[in-house]
């Protein structure tokens, strides 16, 4: 990796990083230039999470690392990652008519500078809806499908944070569930290995841009 880039590797939850902390154990350029750190669970908590990382460790850019689940019709399994390619924030209520937004809601572009390497490491891309909660309905789980090929509960926080503060994001999620009546039950039997999955891809991309920057450096 660059010296001129910091990158702080972010996740709702300590769980979700700890198999990029086992894989990260040796350090990267002396651990001064990669650092993780959870952010909070929700949209509230990791837009205030990221806010209060990217003050005290002034990154140039950001990798949220997670779980999610995988809409109906997006063609994605469990076990799946994907690398995001956009993240917007969706309301149930405004989806089916019923409520409107008081701001733009369109879709935040997402960083796309290591989208290659993940790609290359296993990763698929994928649009990401961060609706407020889990939905449950199958019903309503079809019509959010428009929306986004997987659901996350805190990318969109995590991904404006990272915009109003003008540092570069990449989301990089495993598929522990199916959007739906059976998705907190998947959830609670995969995610472990969805996150750590994740992590895997992630950890991979990043030698593999360490590498690349290592090769083409002046001696």
Same mark, same amino acid.
């Given at each position: 990796m660059p010296l001129t880039h910091r990158y702080l590797v972010v996740a709702a939850w300590e769980p979700e990083l700890e198999r990029f902390r086992t894989l990260g154990s #040796? #350090?990267?350029? #002396?651990? /001064?230039?990669l650092r993780a750190e959870a952010v909070g669970i929700g949209l509230v908590d990791a837009a205030i999470g990221m806010s209060r990382g990217i003050v005290r460790?002034?990154?140039t850019h950001v990798l949220l690392l997670g779980t999610c689940g995988a809409s109906p019709s997006s063609g994605l399994d469990l076990g799946d990652v994907i690398v995001g390619t956009s993240v917007k924030l969706v309301d149930s209520a405004v989806v089916e008519g019923r409520a409107a937004m008081p701001f733009a809601s369109? *879709?935040?572009p997402l960083d796309d500078t290591m989208v290659g390497a993940l790609v290359a490491a296993g990763a698929k891309?994928?649009?990401i809806a961060n609706t407020v909660g889990i939905t449950t309905d199958d019903a309503l789980a079809t019509k959010l499908a428009e929306q986004g090929h997987v659901e996350h509960l805190e990318a969109y926080g995590v991904a404006r944070a990272c915009q109003a503060a003008s540092v570069g994001c990449t989301i990089v999620l495993g598929i522990a569930n199916a959007v739906g009546s059976r998705g907190r039950a998947e959830w609670r039997a995969n995610h472990v290995s969805a996150s750590g999955r994740a992590a /895997?891809?992630?950890?991979s *991309?990043? /030698?593999s841009v360490r590498r690349s920057t290592t090769t083409h450096s002046p001696a």
């Amino acid at each position: 990796m660059p010296l001129t880039h910091r990158y702080l590797v972010v996740a709702a939850w300590e769980p979700e990083l700890e198999r990029f902390r086992t894989l990260g154990s #040796g #350090g990267v350029d #002396g651990g /001064e230039h990669l650092r993780a750190e959870a952010v909070g669970i929700g949209l509230v908590d990791a837009a205030i999470g990221m806010s209060r990382g990217i003050v005290r460790h002034i990154p140039t850019h950001v990798l949220l690392l997670g779980t999610c689940g995988a809409s109906p019709s997006s063609g994605l399994d469990l076990g799946d990652v994907i690398v995001g390619t956009s993240v917007k924030l969706v309301d149930s209520a405004v989806v089916e008519g019923r409520a409107a937004m008081p701001f733009a809601s369109d *879709a935040l572009p997402l960083d796309d500078t290591m989208v290659g390497a993940l790609v290359a490491a296993g990763a698929k891309r994928a649009k990401i809806a961060n609706t407020v909660g889990i939905t449950t309905d199958d019903a309503l789980a079809t019509k959010l499908a428009e929306q986004g090929h997987v659901e996350h509960l805190e990318a969109y926080g995590v991904a404006r944070a990272c915009q109003a503060a003008s540092v570069g994001c990449t989301i990089v999620l495993g598929i522990a569930n199916a959007v739906g009546s059976r998705g907190r039950a998947e959830w609670r039997a995969n995610h472990v290995s969805a996150s750590g999955r994740a992590a /895997e891809v992630a950890w991979s *991309a990043l /030698e593999s841009v360490r590498r690349s920057t290592t090769t083409h450096s002046p001696a």
